[in-house]
T-cell receptor, first 117, second 115 residues
Framework: EAGVAQSPRYKIIEKRQSVAFWCNPI?????LYWYQQILGQGPKLLIQ????????DSQLPKDRFSAERLKGVDSTLKIQPAKLEDSAVYLC???????????????FGPGTRLTVL | AQTVTQSQPEMSVQEAETVTLSCTYD???????LFWYKQPPSRQMILVIR??????QNATENRFSVNFQKAAKSFSLKISDSQLGDAAMYFC????????????FGTGTRLTIIP
């Protein structure tokens, strides 16, 4: 079974530029998550999709971050414009179903390391 | 809000020896799940072990086992017969089984294996 795929693996941009990350979840997984992991910290949830609907985006900085999940499969996360503090690893994860949430293990992709100069 | 605390930023162990990583959490819920994830330098978070709070029996997965103390809100990970491939960051994580809760991670413990 193929795992969660993410691209690119690395990205370096100047501040105020825009950037986009792509995620392809495990086939058949209904729920998709985007996390931000700042160096030295644990991942923090940015947004959660159930199929193609947003379940939780309470910690997404909506003035600069946006995300979509087309047709309930692939997802893109965009930052525009980027700030220095956005430098982090962006992890995508997926799980088979949502309810009950806790019984479902999340499987993670390899992440994208973003450096903002 | 739930919090997860890992008080050991770094740990080291001799190859083939046993090491225990600590994790405590704070919650008012009674039904929840706890996880240990491993993150090697490749950055991919890999599930190591999962524990359901309603189960009294401690989870085990080959060389990995947990000591789950629900009353003390403690969830430690024991790695037996440590191998070089075990070197990684280890994250403890919590999620409530009620409602639409988030997976909450600790700050991680960096484990070094000494040959």
């Amino acid at each position: 079974e193929a795992g969660v795929a993410q691209s690119p693996r690395y990205k370096i941009i100047e501040k105020r530029q825009s950037v986009a990350f792509w995620c392809n979840p495990i086939s058949g997984h209904a729920t998709l998550y985007w996390y931000q992991q700042i160096l030295g910290q644990g991942p923090k949830l940015l947004i959660q999709f159930q199929n193609n609907g947003v379940v939780d985006d309470s910690q997404l900085p909506k003035d600069r971050f946006s995300a979509e999940r087309l047709k309930g499969v692939d997802s893109t996360l965009k930052i525009q414009p980027a700030k220095l503090e956005d430098s982090a690893v962006y992890l995508c994860a997926s799980s088979l179903r949502q309810a009950p949430l806790g019984t479902d293990t999340q499987y993670f992709g390899p992440g994208t390391r973003l450096t903002v100069l | 809000a739930q919090t997860v605390t890992q008080s050991q930023p770094e740990m080291s162990v001799q190859e083939a020896e046993t090491v225990t990583l600590s994790c405590t959490y704070d919650t008012s819920e009674s039904d929840y799940y706890l996880f240990w994830y491993k993150q090697p330098p490749s950055r991919q978070m890999i599930l190591v072990i999962r524990q359901e709070a309603y189960k009294q029996q401690n989870a085990t997965e080959n060389r990995f086992s947990v000591n789950f103390q629900k009353a003390a809100k403690s969830f430690s990970l024991k790695i037996s017969d440590s191998q070089l491939g075990d070197a990684a960051m280890y994250f403890c994580a919590y999620i409530s089984n009620f409602g639409n809760e988030k997976l909450t991670f600790g700050t991680g413990t960096r484990l070094t294996i000494i040959p």
